[in-house]
């Protein structure tokens, strides 16, 4: 069970730039949100919308331009002591979208997934160190003796696996999780998801899942929001957001889901996002919690319009 009190993962006011200082390019610009411990907080948006940018920025692998990343109570963007950086990367682990690219091809898997342990685990010897790796593979539904080969020698699925294990020996407490079934075939996304949802509950895991399907988030998450250009539009526990979309690209995300069934498809195209039809240039948007725990970004105008949307499905 989430305790809803207990926060994990603290983010203000975050913002990232790619460019030069003279031309940045401003990736996100200025997001909020917290992550409480034994959730899966899901963060949805088109490709380019900052959601990957967010995720590395927490695990410091992107530098921050603004705001504050806080873990546990303690701030750890920007500059922090070797102390913390030692525990951030130990208990802060990712999970890549491509399991191919994310491993190193010419390592074995044994080395792949022990590497981490060579860093925060020094004084371990050489049979400790298998005996985790071994452990981890199980845990992932590995076989131990598959240490001995090469990436290459796996399927996509087994590869997502090794990855997976390599963030497990770390025994990290809070995972990003960066669209890691996207580059995998259909049949096999469904078991790589119940195995994250198994080990959540196994070890205790929080995690930040990131991804453009919004089918498969409300799968596996507790909590979604929504980013477009860097911006959060909305964020709402999941069944919320599905029930009750309230920002216009929430509503264009939701009309591209794929529907099995012929009875729940919407009549006519998917809809289009188009931003002209908001006018900011004197009623300005504010991050707004509209009912409780349903946030959006409105303006005074459009939070009206909201809040009638709401009382009237509340009917």
């Known amino acids: 069970m989430i305790d809803q009190k207990e926060v994990l993962v603290s983010v203000r006011d975050l913002k990232v730039d790619f460019g030069s200082r003279r031309k940045p390019f401003h990736a996100v610009r200025g997001v909020s949100f917290d992550i409480h411990k034994g959730e899966t907080f899901g963060l949805v948006g088109e490709s380019g919308s900052g959601k990957t940018t967010i995720g590395r920025a927490i695990i410091r692998i992107y530098e921050t331009a603004g705001g504050e990343v806080y873990f546990k109570g303690q701030r750890i963007n920007g500059k922090i002591s070797k102390e913390l950086d030692k525990e951030v990367t130990r208990k802060i682990q990712m999970i890549f979208q491509d399991p191919m690219a994310s491993l190193n091809e010419r390592a074995k898997v044994d080395y792949i997934v022990s590497e981490g342990l060579f860093n925060v685990d020094k004084h371990l010897t050489a049979q400790q160190r298998k005996e985790k ?18 990436p290459h020698e796996f399927s996509g699925g087994q590869r997502q696996r090794i990855g997976i294990a390599r963030a497990l020996i770390m025994q990290p407490e809070f995972i990003v999780a960066d669209e890691p079934i996207s580059a995998l075939d259909v049949s096999i996304r469904a078991q790589v998801l119940n195995l994250l949802s198994e080990l959540q509950k196994k070890r205790g895991l929080t995690y930040l899942f990131i991804s453009h399907d919004l089918s498969v988030m409300r799968f596996i998450c507790d909590r979604i929001a929504v980013i477009h250009k860097g911006l959060l539009v909305e964020l709402a526990d999941t069944e919320t957001l599905f029930r009750h979309p309230l920002h216009p690209y929430t509503q264009a995300l939701l009309s591209a889901v794929p529907m099995p069934s012929p009875d729940m498809r919407q009549d006519g195209p998917p809809l289009i996002y188009d931003e002209s039809i908001h006018d900011y240039s004197t009623d300005k948007p504010q991050w707004t919690e509209i009912e409780a725990g349903h946030f959006v970004l409105a303006n005074q105008a459009e939070l009206a319009k909201y809040q009638q949307m709401i009382r009237e499905d509340a009917q």
Do not use: I, N, Q, Y
């Open 133 to 150: 790796v071994d452990a981890a593979l199980s845990d992932v539904g590995l076989l131990p003796e598959f240490s001995s080969r090469f």
